[in-house]
């Protein structure tokens, strides 16, 4: 799971949490930060604005080192949203790292801004998939095309689960694991 501060708050917890519920490891590693450090997270709410607001969330601690990720040791990758994806898509060795998982076809779970992740790998054409509707031009201009799902539903594109937002999480990380299952 690559998260970094500002990460939304559930799109970190809720998944780190279910993810070891069925017996998976998961590591939650970010940039520049160490097992032990923590991020900040944000908690974005739908309160009938143009867009969503934003609230301090947690603070989510880190449990393994980004510079000890071997991707070829992992199963899959989580990319949470929140205003994380923004800055983290500007660093190489996640763009790399990412880039890993699309190109052997290994389960990749992104949700809300996380898309932007996967846009920045410039990796996806011909794909589909969801995203927060701010993220749909970036999606659209790699070649993706758009799944526009409900607020609650995921979408399965071969081995990549995306979602718009929180609200999907029961479906996106059931696809999800359904998915990871498969590919061990």
Known sequence: ????????DYEVMVPFQAIQ???HEIHAVCPNKKKGDYIKTAIHDF???QTYTENSGHRFC???DFDSVKVEDYDGII?????APEYLRLN???IKMTSYFIKNNKPIAAICHGVQILTATNELKGRTLTCYPACLTELKLTGAEYADIALEDAYVDN???TAKAWPAHTNWIKK???ILNKFK
């Open 62 to 64: 880190l449990n393994y």
């Open 159 to 161: 081995n990549i689960v």
């Open 92 to 94: 190489e060795n996640v």
């Open 47 to 49: 309160e009938g604005d």
């Open 79 to 83: 990319i949470p949203g929140g205003r």
């Open 21 to 23: 519920i069925f017996d």
């Open 176 to 178: 999800f694991l359904e």
């Open 1 to 8: 799971m690559i998260v970094g501060d500002f990460v939304e």
